[in-house]
C-alpha cells in the first residue's frame, strides 16, 4: 500500500510537469510585453490625458489614471505623441492638483532632452507651467533636471577631457535653460536646487566621465547663476578633498614611475641625438595611471578653465570694464577663500585641491596679495587656534616659496611681518621663566621655521644686489637663531642646513656650530634610551609642493618657481667639496682629527647627513623622523 501510494505522488508530478509548457526567459519577457501592450497601452492612448483627469474629477475613477501613468511610463512615445500629451497637460495645468501626484511625477520624468526642438519646447512650458502653480511638485522637478546632469555609464565617448560632444552639449544647454527660467520664476527653487546639487554629488569612485560631466554642468550653472558661487564652491571644494585624499602623492608618483620604466624597457636601444637642456615632459595624452588621480586631474582642470573667465586681464576695452573686473575677480577670491578656510585649510596634508588657489591668484598681482593677507590676519591673531595659524604659517611660507608670479616687494614684506612678529615674540616672552617646549610655543617656532624656509629657498632673488642683503641684515636673523627658544633645533634638518648655507654665504647668521650642537644633543637622547625619539621637531607640510596631475599641471608649471641655489651658495659648495677632498687625501694616520671652528662648518653638512641617514636604518626610527613631505632643496 505504501508502494502504490509513492507511485501515486511519482504519477501525479510526473503527469503535471509533462502537461506545463516551458518558456525561456526571453520568451516569458515577449509574451509579458505583448499582453501589455494590448493591456494598457491602446486603451489610454484612445482616451488621452484630458479624459483621465476628467474621470478622475468626476467619477474618481483612478483606474484610468494608473492605466495611463503605466503607458506614460512603459511606452516609448515618438515625438507626434509627446508634443501632443504635454500640450494636453499644459492646458489644464491648474487641475493637476496633489491628488494627480503619480500623473505629474510620470510626465516629468519622461526623457525629452533628445527630442525634436518643438518637443522640448512643449516639455518646458509644462515643467515651468506645473511647477509654477504647485509648489508641491518643485522639488521632484528641481531632482529631475540635475540628474540628467549626471552623465550615464555608457556615454563615455561623449566626454573627452570633461568637454561634451556638440551634440550632448546641446541637450545640455536646453536644461539648463529651462533650469534657469525655473529660478527666475520661483524664488523658493533655490533651495530645492542647493539640496539636489548637494545629494546627487556622484560617488568618488564612480568614472572619470561621470564625476567630471557633473562638475562640468556644476561650474555652467555658475556662469548664469553667480548667487550660487559660495555654496557651490565650497562644494567643490569638500568633493575634490574626497578625490586628493584617495589619491595620495606616494600612490601616484609609485604607479607613474613604473609606467616610465615600461617606457624605458620598450626601447633600449639609445637615442642617436641628446639634448642636455631638454626636459622629458609628461604625455599628457596618457590617462594618469592612478584612477581617482586621473579624475582629479580632468576636474582640476575644468576648473582652472572656469577661472580663466574670472581673469581681470581680459574682456576689457578700456579703463572702467578693467577697474570692474578687477572688483569682480577680488569678490570672487573672497568666496575661494571662504570655502578654503572652511574646507581646505583646517585638513592637514592634502595635495593638490589648494593649487586652485595658487592658480587664481596669478591672474592679477592684487589677489595674490588679498590671499597673503588673509593668511597673515590668521597667523598674528591669538583667538585663531594654534593649528589654524599653525597651517596658515605653512601656507604662507610654501605660497612665498613657490609663486614665480609674486613681486619680490611683496617677499620682503612679509618677511619683514615675520621677522617683527618673532623678535616680538622673544621680547614679550620670559625666556628664562617660559615653557620652551615644541607645544606650547608651536606658532613661534612655526613662524621661524618659514622664515628660514623662505630666505633659503628664495635666496639668489633675495641676494641679487647689495640692496637686498642691506634687507637681509635689517631682519637681525642672528638674534633669532641665537636666543634661548633655538628656533632651529625643532626646524626639519633640511630647511635648517638650507637656510644656514645662506647665511654662512653672505654672512648673516652662524648657525652651523648651533646645528652640531642641537644634533650632538639629539644623538644623546637617542643613545640613552634605545626607543627614545630625538627633540621635538616641528610637523611640517609643504602644501605647494610639486603638482603631479598631467593634463591641469599644465597650467601650474609657467607659475611655479623650482628652487635655485644662489651663485655665492654653488661656490662655496665647490670649494668644500675639493678642500674636503684635499685634506683627506693629505692627512696621514694618527694626525689629530680634531677641526678648528672653520672646520667644523665645512664638515656639519656631510657629517650631519652620515650620521642621521645611518641612525634611520632602523624602519621605526626611520618613521619618528619622517615630520612632512619634501621641502624642495634640490638644484
Given at each position: 500500500?505504501?508502494?502504490?501510494?509513492?507511485?501515486?505522488?511519482?504519477?501525479s508530478?510526473?503527469?503535471?510537469?509533462?502537461?506545463?509548457?516551458?518558456?525561456?526567459?526571453?520568451?516569458?519577457?515577449k509574451?509579458?510585453a505583448?499582453?501589455?501592450?494590448?493591456?494598457?497601452?491602446?486603451?489610454?492612448?484612445?482616451?488621452?490625458?484630458?479624459?483621465?483627469?476628467?474621470?478622475?474629477?468626476?467619477?474618481?475613477?483612478?483606474?484610468?489614471?494608473?492605466?495611463f501613468?503605466?503607458?506614460?511610463?512603459e511606452?516609448?512615445?515618438?515625438?507626434?505623441?509627446?508634443?501632443?500629451?504635454?500640450?494636453?497637460?499644459?492646458?489644464?495645468?491648474?487641475?493637476?492638483?496633489?491628488?494627480?501626484?503619480?500623473?505629474?511625477?510620470?510626465l516629468?520624468?519622461?526623457?525629452?532632452?533628445?527630442?525634436?526642438?518643438?518637443?522640448?519646447?512643449?516639455?518646458?512650458?509644462?515643467?515651468?507651467?506645473?511647477?509654477?502653480?504647485?509648489n508641491?511638485?518643485?522639488?521632484?522637478?528641481?531632482?529631475?533636471l540635475?540628474?540628467?546632469?549626471?552623465?550615464q555609464?555608457?556615454?563615455?565617448?561623449?566626454?573627452?577631457?570633461?568637454?561634451?560632444?556638440?551634440?550632448?552639449d546641446?541637450?545640455?544647454?536646453?536644461?539648463?535653460?529651462?533650469?534657469?527660467?525655473?529660478?527666475n520664476?520661483?524664488?523658493?527653487?533655490?533651495?530645492?536646487?542647493l539640496?539636489?546639487?548637494?545629494?546627487?554629488?556622484?560617488?568618488?569612485?564612480?568614472?572619470?566621465?561621470?564625476?567630471?560631466?557633473y562638475?562640468?554642468?556644476?561650474?555652467?550653472?555658475l556662469?548664469?547663476k553667480?548667487?550660487?558661487?559660495?555654496?557651490?564652491?565650497?562644494?567643490?571644494?569638500?568633493?575634490?578633498?574626497?578625490?586628493?585624499?584617495?589619491?595620495?602623492?606616494?600612490?601616484?608618483?609609485?604607479?607613474?614611475s613604473?609606467?616610465?620604466?615600461?617606457?624605458?624597457?620598450?626601447?633600449?636601444?639609445?637615442?642617436?641625438?641628446?639634448?642636455?637642456?631638454?626636459?622629458?615632459?609628461?604625455?599628457?595624452?596618457?590617462?594618469?595611471?592612478?584612477?581617482?588621480?586621473?579624475?582629479?586631474?580632468?576636474?582640476?582642470?575644468?576648473?582652472?578653465?572656469?577661472?580663466?573667465?574670472?581673469?581681470p586681464?581680459?574682456?576689457q576695452?578700456?579703463?572702467?570694464?578693467?577697474?570692474?573686473?578687477?572688483?569682480e575677480?577680488?569678490?570672487?577670491?573672497?568666496l575661494?577663500?571662504?570655502?578654503?578656510?572652511?574646507?581646505?585649510?583646517?585638513?592637514?596634508?592634502?595635495?593638490h585641491?589648494?593649487f586652485?588657489?595658487?592658480?587664481?591668484?596669478?591672474?592679477?598681482?592684487?589677489l595674490?596679495?588679498?590671499?597673503?593677507?588673509?593668511?597673515?590676519?590668521?597667523?598674528?591673531?591669538?583667538?585663531?587656534?594654534?593649528?589654524?595659524?599653525?597651517?596658515?604659517?605653512?601656507?604662507?611660507?610654501?605660497?612665498?616659496?613657490?609663486?614665480?608670479?609674486?613681486?619680490?616687494?611683496?617677499?620682503?614684506?612679509?618677511?619683514?611681518?615675520?621677522?617683527?612678529?618673532?623678535?616680538?615674540?622673544?621680547?614679550d616672552?620670559?625666556?628664562?621663566?617660559?615653557?620652551?617646549?615644541?607645544?606650547?610655543?608651536?606658532?613661534?617656532?612655526?613662524?621661524?621655521?618659514?622664515?628660514?624656509?623662505?630666505?633659503?629657498?628664495r635666496?639668489?632673488?633675495?641676494?641679487?644686489?647689495?640692496?637686498?642683503?642691506?634687507?637681509?641684515?635689517?631682519?637681525?636673523?642672528?638674534?633669532?637663531?641665537?636666543?634661548?627658544?633655538?628656533?632651529?633645533?625643532?626646524?626639519?634638518?633640511a630647511?635648517?642646513?638650507?637656510?644656514?648655507?645662506?647665511?654662512?654665504?653672505?654672512?648673516?647668521?652662524?648657525?652651523?656650530?648651533?646645528?652640531?650642537?642641537?644634533?650632538?644633543?639629539?644623538?644623546?637622547?637617542?643613545?640613552?634610551?634605545?626607543?627614545a625619539?630625538?627633540?621635538?621637531?616641528?610637523?611640517?607640510?609643504?602644501?605647494?609642493?610639486?603638482?603631479?596631475?598631467?593634463?591641469?599641471?599644465?597650467?601650474?608649471?609657467?607659475?611655479?618657481?623650482?628652487?635655485?641655489?644662489?651663485?655665492?651658495?654653488?661656490?662655496i659648495?665647490?670649494?668644500?667639496?675639493?678642500?674636503?677632498?684635499?685634506?683627506?687625501?693629505?692627512?696621514?694616520?694618527g694626525?689629530?682629527?680634531?677641526l678648528?671652528?672653520?672646520?667644523?662648518?665645512?664638515?656639519?653638512?656631510?657629517?650631519?647627513?652620515?650620521?642621521?641617514?645611518?641612525?634611520?636604518?632602523?624602519?621605526?626610527?626611520?618613521?619618528?623622523?619622517?615630520?612632512?613631505?619634501?621641502?624642495?632643496?634640490?638644484?
Amino acid at each position: 500500500m505504501a508502494f502504490n501510494s509513492n507511485m501515486s505522488v511519482i504519477t501525479s508530478r510526473t503527469s503535471l510537469s509533462s502537461i506545463l509548457k516551458t518558456y525561456s526567459p526571453a520568451e516569458r519577457e515577449k509574451t509579458k510585453a505583448n499582453i501589455m501592450n494590448k493591456v494598457r497601452f491602446e486603451m489610454p492612448k484612445q482616451k488621452g490625458i484630458l479624459e483621465v483627469v476628467k474621470a478622475v474629477e468626476e467619477r474618481q475613477h483612478f483606474e484610468a489614471m494608473n492605466e495611463f501613468v503605466a503607458f506614460l511610463t512603459e511606452n516609448n512615445l515618438d515625438d507626434t505623441e509627446f508634443i501632443s500629451i504635454f500640450t494636453d497637460a499644459r492646458s489644464i495645468v491648474n487641475q493637476l492638483s496633489p491628488k494627480f501626484t503619480l500623473l505629474v511625477e510620470a510626465l516629468l520624468s519622461q526623457n525629452w532632452t533628445i527630442r525634436s526642438l518643438e518637443a522640448r519646447k512643449a516639455y518646458c512650458e509644462f515643467c515651468l507651467d506645473i511647477l509654477v502653480a504647485h509648489n508641491k511638485y518643485l522639488q521632484f522637478g528641481i531632482n529631475k533636471l540635475i540628474n540628467l546632469w549626471i552623465p550615464q555609464e555608457n556615454d563615455i565617448g561623449q566626454w573627452l577631457n570633461g568637454k561634451p560632444s556638440a551634440e550632448l552639449d546641446n541637450g545640455l544647454q536646453a536644461i539648463h535653460q529651462l533650469l534657469e527660467r525655473i529660478l527666475n520664476a520661483i524664488p523658493m527653487a533655490f533651495d530645492a536646487t542647493l539640496d539636489a546639487i548637494e545629494h546627487s554629488f556622484p560617488y568618488y569612485k564612480k568614472a572619470t566621465h561621470i564625476v567630471v560631466g557633473y562638475v562640468h554642468n556644476i561650474l555652467e550653472l555658475l556662469k548664469y547663476k553667480p548667487i550660487f558661487g559660495e555654496y557651490v564652491i565650497q562644494l567643490l571644494m569638500q568633493n575634490l578633498i574626497i578625490l586628493d585624499v584617495h589619491a595620495p602623492r606616494a600612490a601616484i608618483e609609485e604607479l607613474e614611475s613604473d609606467d616610465e620604466d615600461d617606457d624605458d624597457g620598450e626601447d633600449n636601444e639609445p637615442e642617436m641625438f641628446e639634448m642636455d637642456e631638454c626636459e622629458k615632459k609628461p604625455d599628457i595624452d596618457r590617462p594618469m595611471n592612478h584612477p581617482i588621480a586621473h579624475t582629479l586631474d580632468i576636474c582640476m582642470m575644468k576648473i582652472f578653465e572656469f577661472l580663466d573667465l574670472k581673469n581681470p586681464q581680459i574682456f576689457q576695452q578700456n579703463e572702467m570694464e578693467r577697474q570692474q573686473k578687477t572688483v569682480e575677480s577680488i569678490k570672487f577670491l573672497r568666496l575661494l577663500i571662504k570655502a578654503f578656510d572652511n574646507v581646505i585649510l583646517p585638513i592637514h596634508n592634502t595635495h593638490h585641491a589648494q593649487f586652485i588657489l595658487f592658480y587664481f591668484c596669478s591672474l592679477k598681482q592684487c589677489l595674490g596679495e588679498q590671499f597673503l593677507t588673509s593668511l597673515w590676519d590668521k597667523i598674528k591673531n591669538p583667538n585663531c587656534s594654534a593649528v589654524i595659524r599653525q597651517a596658515s604659517v605653512g601656507y604662507m611660507a610654501s605660497f612665498l616659496a613657490r609663486s614665480k608670479y609674486i613681486n619680490i616687494n611683496i617677499l620682503k614684506h612679509y618677511l619683514k611681518e615675520l621677522c617683527s612678529w618673532a623678535h616680538k615674540y622673544i621680547r614679550d616672552c620670559d625666556q628664562y621663566r617660559s615653557n620652551g617646549s615644541l607645544k606650547a610655543n608651536i606658532v613661534f617656532f612655526s613662524v621661524c621655521q618659514a622664515i628660514f624656509y623662505v630666505i633659503a629657498f628664495r635666496s639668489r632673488d633675495l641676494t641679487v644686489d647689495k640692496k637686498s642683503l642691506l634687507f637681509l641684515q635689517s631682519l637681525h636673523l642672528s638674534a633669532l637663531v641665537t636666543c634661548n627658544f633655538n628656533p632651529l633645533r625643532v626646524c626639519l634638518p633640511a630647511v635648517a642646513t638650507a637656510f644656514a648655507g645662506v647665511t654662512r654665504a653672505y654672512q648673516l647668521a652662524y648657525c652651523h656650530a648651533i646645528l652640531e650642537r642641537n644634533a650632538r644633543r639629539k644623538l644623546a637622547t637617542v643613545y640613552a634610551n634605545d626607543t627614545a625619539t630625538p627633540e621635538e621637531t616641528l610637523d611640517t607640510f609643504f602644501p605647494f609642493d610639486p603638482y603631479l596631475l598631467k593634463l591641469s599641471g599644465q597650467r601650474i608649471t609657467p607659475i611655479y618657481l623650482v628652487y635655485q641655489a644662489s651663485e655665492a651658495e654653488e661656490h662655496i659648495a665647490a670649494e668644500n667639496i675639493s678642500s674636503n677632498a684635499a685634506a683627506a687625501k693629505s692627512r696621514k694616520r694618527g694626525d689629530s682629527e680634531m677641526l678648528d671652528d672653520h672646520e667644523v662648518d665645512d664638515f656639519i653638512l656631510s657629517d650631519k647627513r652620515q650620521r642621521l641617514t645611518s641612525f634611520s636604518k632602523n624602519p621605526e626610527r626611520e618613521n619618528q623622523f619622517t615630520y612632512g613631505l619634501s621641502p624642495g632643496f634640490h638644484i
